[in-house]
């Protein structure tokens, strides 16, 4: 379920595998509709990461919330679930495959953090800068005439053909 889409997005799922694919694609839809694309990247890495930690290791079941939250220079997205123990960051070896992922949300983020929830459970969050808008280009005239774009027109020579016949 997704509601408030303006400033505000609430996805609640099991921590699937294939959930996790959704997600991650009703994140980078969200963000395109605010206007940030810059951060899709970013967000579907941290959320997957989180996701995925609550599907291997959250107990006694799977459930979980995704919340995204746009505030003025941050993005905030943040994920709940029923386990009341705390994510830890830990020192992965060098060729292991997992126990890299809170790791590299820290890594991607402005901030992260965990917090427990008053459910029993936990919320673990990172924050993303929100980018500045664009440089506003000069305004131009939308209803200018011909002839006063003609006027502010530079005065050049004629055009003449440099093919000879």
């Known amino acids: ?21 959704q997600v991650r694609r009703i994140v980078s839809a969200q963000l395109r509709y605010w206007h940030l694309d810059p951060l899709i990247d970013l967000a579907a890495l941290g959320v997957t990461e989180l996701l995925t930690n609550v599907h291997r290791h959250a107990e006694p079941d799977k459930l979980c919330t995704v919340e995204i939250e746009l505030f003025r220079n941050c993005l905030t997205l943040s994920v709940r679930d029923h386990d009341p123990r705390l ?26 953090g965990v917090r427990p929830h008053i459910d029993g459970g936990k919320v673990v969050w990172f924050a993303l800068p929100v980018p500045s808008p664009a440089v506003a280009l000069p305004a131009v005239p939308v209803y200018a005439t011909a002839a006063a774009l003609r006027a502010d027109a530079p005065q050049h020579a004629p055009a003449r053909s440099a093919v000879a016949g």
């Open 1 to 21: 379920m997704i509601s408030q889409p303006s400033r505000h997005c609430t996805v609640e799922l099991q921590a699937l595998p294939s959930r996790i694919g």
């Open 87 to 112: 994510p830890e960051v830990r020192d992965a070896e060098a060729f292991a495959t997992c126990g890299r992922g809170l790791a590299m949300v820290a890594s991607v983020s402005e901030s992260w």
